[in-house]
């Protein structure tokens, strides 16, 4: 079973090399059936259904909680024990497995995630990021355990270096003939079946202390507050400077896609929404997209060192989008007072890591609660039912006395213990426990 990498709401993270761009007869096949299935799925009328709760989810209206399961990394013990790949060549067996996950949605998960008959696919793209780059110490890509050596040094904060000679401004290029020919080859094979459309991850977020920790390391960044803090804020306006670039780039070549259909969005929970450019095929500016902030690695820093270092560079970029997105794994009640300052602030992350009844009251009906469930509660070769339950309801109840836009987000599974039935049962259980609060 080839490793998944279509993670982050079933989106392919990068192109194919024009040696990969090959589709065989067979292979095409293969996927034209499984194509037309998922295409009598996405003809149901509850697949519509499901496009209209989370419109009327995001754009704050009044809805049921939603429920929405994203393994991540747990797809690749879920996969391998509900199909095997029938195509033989590289890039076929990706956009089969890719199918397949679909249909698992469809036929097994039975979340609130729609299902469509899209086929979605990038631009096969290069991404110089920063200009300088971490030692990895083990395989990032493997699923396992790694480390690095961060390539920013005490000595360099210490000296007067100019960090712009380190920290170079991101620059795209895109292989254009080997996009050209797998957009080519999608058509081919999915024409009259499914649309082909192309939607690219260019960022998980506009990151600003997920490249500093990578560039200088976690300690090290917690030292700089105090010991470089003049350094500390060279480094990120330089980010601040590369992600405004990128943004101009992405806007002057027409190459921003849109999030405001059936994809993932931010850290959880999908994009749809009345409130943007939904009609868009090709947004005009980031007005008509949503942007996804974060700091989790700042959870455990001062509210006031938060403001002042984090926040000032996050209120740049968050102007740029129509719709903002904040937070991932850190818990946000004790810096909430600051992340509200930023421009049409819609859907706030719940982790684990917040005080939950606390964020309950500040959201209100202000904002999508978007609630992030442990992923300890399927981890587990046999799950407890009633403890899932127990704590479903605890939040639930919360939510539906502080009038919260609340949605239920399962991710963050990097393993499932290898039980692809706790998956399709925690989805079970959360609907009873909606049912069982909302009616």
């Not at 793209?125 to 990895?136: E, L, S």
């Not at 690219?200 to 803090?229: A, C, I, K, Q, S």
């Not at 937070?327 to 859907?347: A, H, N, S």
């Amino acid at each position: 079973m080839r490793f998944d990498q279509c993670t982050n709401g079933n989106i392919f993270m990068h192109g194919w090399t024009l040696e990969q761009c090959v589709m065989s007869e067979h292979d095409k096949a293969i996927l034209r059936e499984l194509a037309k299935k998922m295409r009598s799925y996405a003809e149901q009328p509850e697949e519509q259904e499901k496009f209209q709760l989370w419109r009327d989810h995001n754009d704050l209206k009044e809805t049921r909680p939603l429920i929405y399961l994203d393994l991540e990394n747990g797809w690749n013990e879920l996969l391998p024990q509900e199909f095997t790949c029938q195509c033989e060549g590289e890039m076929a067996q990706e956009w089969e497995m890719w199918l397949h996950k679909e249909l698992i949605y469809a036929e097994k998960i039975k979340c609130d995630k729609p299902i469509e008959a899209k086929f979605y696919i990038p631009y096969m793209a290069h991404d110089t990021m920063w200009g300088i780059d971490k030692k990895v110490i083990g395989d990032a890509h493997s699923g396992e355990a790694y480390t690095w050596e961060s390539p920013i040094t005490d000595e360099m904060m210490e000296e007067d270096v100019d960090m712009s000679t380190i920290i170079k401004t991101p620059q795209i290029t895109i292989d254009w003939e080997a996009t050209n020919a797998f957009t080519a080859i999608a058509h081919d094979v999915f024409d009259g079946i499914l649309e082909v459309e192309r939607r690219h991850w260019w960022w998980w977020g506009m990151e600003l202390t997920h490249p500093y920790v990578d560039l200088r390391g976690f300690e090290n960044m917690l030292v700089d507050f105090y010991d470089y803090p003049e350094k500390m804020h060279e480094i990120l306006e330089l980010f601040t400077r590369g992600y405004e670039a990128k943004l101009d780039f992405l806007e002057q070549n027409h190459l921003l896609t849109p999030n405001t259909g059936n994809c993932y969005v931010g850290s959880g929970g999908l994009g749809l929404t009345n409130d943007l450019n939904p009609g868009a095929a090709v947004p005009n500016s980031a007005m008509d997209i949503w942007g996804f902030h974060e700091s989790q690695e700042t959870g455990e820093v001062s509210p006031e060192m938060f403001r002042e270092f984090i926040l000032p560079y996050q209120l740049r970029l968050a102007k740029r989008f129509g719709l903002n997105y904040y937070g991932c794994c850190e818990g946000l009640d004790r810096r909430f007072e600051y992340v509200k300052q930023i421009p049409r602030l819609r859907r706030v992350s719940v982790s684990q890591w917040a005080n939950i009844p606390l964020m309950s009251e500040m959201l209100g009906g202000d904002y999508v609660f978007c609630h992030k469930v442990s992923p300890t509660d399927i981890a587990v070769p046999q799950i407890d039912e009633a403890y899932i339950r127990r704590r479903l309801h605890e939040v639930l109840v919360k939510c539906k006395a502080c009038g919260n836009h609340v949605e239920l987000i399962m991710k963050d599974n990097h393993t499932i213990a290898n039980t692809p039935y706790n998956s399709y049962r925690w989805v079970e259980l959360a609907r009873e426990e909606v049912a069982r609060v909302y009616g």
